[in-house]
């Protein structure tokens, strides 16, 4: 398949039968969201925004883009204004994974690290403070209704096309700007009234609960704050996941099934068979898989992993 851009090459990911873990008599799905040429989901939100900003004319011609990310935004930004001849500059929080600062240092982009004190509400102000001064465009990620219309526009698309036909009982997702489950989310409710919308978040910081923030391991799932692009209204129900569940299921979903991915994946696939002790006999759930695990290597997702020999000879 030839194609004119590797932006071309984003979004239309696969969807995957769970075939080892999943409980006799449900039916899961994954939809491997690393398949993206970035690795992650959020190579459709990198795309949305800038050709948004393109067809507004907020973004020249070889104009600067600034954002505030947990990294994977930031390489599928990094990305995506590589191709497009954009400088990229990131700001990230000093907790998030070294691979994720050398991929966007590898696509030109520049990389300023913020306290972890800061969270992430700390973060986004210093990006805009930054954006301002340089006369960036801001990608703004937390607000940009670009991030869900996208969602609503190809990963639900891709979903209800999948599924014409066939049964759909439950969708899980994580969120971290809410772009996937706001616009997925929405869709479903209307071409697929039935479908449960579950939003899977960090067990000590339950947000969409009202409980309160704390700091947890799943990067790139539930800042400090609520972000304005979030739909509340979506998700019919709300599950804590803890990041050390999280974890298990991410290598469990490697060993037992072959596919690698990052720990809100886990979260998200975790949350989805606890979604499976609730359903009913022939329920189908379909879990999203954010990420690939490879950006995760040096962090606590591969924790304890020998990096030796496993024998000796
Ligand atoms: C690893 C990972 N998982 C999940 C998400 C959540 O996606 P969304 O921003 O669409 O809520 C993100 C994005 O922040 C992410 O980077």
């Known amino acids: 398949m030839i194609h004119s851009s590797i932006l071309d090459t984003i979004g239309r990911t696969p969807i995957v039968r769970i075939n080892r873990l999943a409980p006799e008599g449900v039916e899961m799905y994954v939809k491997v969201e690393a398949f993206n040429p970035g690795g992650s989901v959020k190579d459709r939100l990198a795309l949305a925004i800038i050709l948004d900003a393109e067809a507004r004319g907020d973004l020249k011609p070889g104009q600067m883009v600034v954002e505030a990310t ?10 995506v204004c590589a191709a497009k001849g954009y400088p990229f500059v990131a700001f990230m929080a000093e907790t998030f994974s070294i691979e994720r600062r050398k991929l966007m240092r590898a696509f030109g982009a520049k990389v300023i690290l913020t306290p972890a004190a800061h969270r992430a509400s700390g973060m986004v102000k210093i990006a805009e403070a930054y954006a301002q001064k340089h006369g960036a465009f801001l990608a703004r990620q ?21 599924f014409a036909g066939r049964r759909l009982d439950w969708f899980v997702t994580g969120w971290g700007t809410g772009g996937t489950l706001t616009g997925v989310g929405e869709m479903l409710r209307v071409a697929r009234p039935d479908v449960k919308i579950i939003a899977a978040e960090p067990a000590v910081a339950s947000l969409l609960k009202g409980e309160e923030w704390h700091p947890h391991k799943i990067q790139g799932w539930t800042p400090d704050f609520i972000p304005n692009v979030l739909n509340q209204a979506v998700a019919h129900q709300i599950l804590p996941v803890t990041d ?70």
Do not use: W
Not at 70 to 78: E, R, Y
Not at 142 to 162: K, V
């Open 70 to 79: 947990s990294g994977n935004t930031g390489i599928a930004l990094a990305m």
């Open 142 to 162: 937390f607000d940009n209704p670009a991030n869900p219309a996208y969602h609503r526009q190809t990963t639900a698309s891709e979903i209800l096309s999948d």
């Open 244 to 313: 050390e569940v999280a974890r298990e299921a991410a290598r469990r979903l490697a060993t037992a099934e072959g596919i690698f991915c990052g720990l809100s994946a886990g979260g998200t696939f975790a949350t989805a068979l606890d979604v499976a002790k609730q359903a009913k006999p022939g329920d189908v759930i379909l879990a999203m898989l954010p990420d690939t695990g490879e950006r995760y290597l040096s962090t606590f997702l591969f924790e304890g992993v020998n990096e030796g020999s496993d024998e000796e000879l």
